[in-house]
């Protein structure tokens, strides 16, 4: 569902970062309805945090999981620790994932910005929640 959505293009012609892509075609693919509000939080972690740390494709996950899968806070979930490390952990494997900056240099260029990166964070995405069903 995401996968698809971000292959045809969502997010191209507004400029979206990599979270932001997840976050919002997470928003649009999965009718999360999310608001604009929400949506907007997802900002700052684009670009590895703008500090080519953590993912921002990782991070835009994280923040889909947890609003899936979490009622009100982390620690009454006993399930988004799971999902989020499996997330990551599939990631990390497929994409020989170490942190933003080793992404780029294997996956980004200008003609394809950093979609290889995106794509494969929507495909585990989809694939977990696929199995673990939508939960609002």
Same mark, same amino acid.
């Given at each position: ?9 969502? +997010?191209?012609? !507004? ?7 997840? #976050? $919002?075609?997470?928003?649009? %693919? ?25 993912? +921002?494709?990782? !991070? ?7 609003? #899936? $899968?979490?009622?009100?806070? %982390? ?62």
């Amino acid at each position: 569902m995401l996968l698809s959505l971000l292959q045809k293009g969502f +997010g191209n012609d !507004t400029d979206l970062n990599c979270a932001e892509k997840i #976050l $919002y075609g997470a928003s649009w %693919a999965y009718n999360l309805k999310l608001s604009p509000e929400a949506l907007k939080l997802a900002a700052g972690f684009g670009g590895g945090m703008g500090v080519e740390s953590t993912c +921002g494709a990782i !991070t835009g996950g994280v923040m889909v999981l947890s609003h #899936l $899968y979490v009622e009100q806070r %982390a620690h009454e979930s006993g399930r988004i620790k799971v999902l989020t490390g499996e997330f990551i952990e599939t990631f990390k494997k497929e994409m020989g994932y170490e942190d933003c900056k080793n992404l780029k240099a294997n996956y980004r260029n200008e003609e394809v910005k950093c979609n290889p990166v995106i794509f494969k964070a929507a495909e585990i995405l989809d694939g977990i929640i696929a199995r673990e069903g939508i939960r609002k």
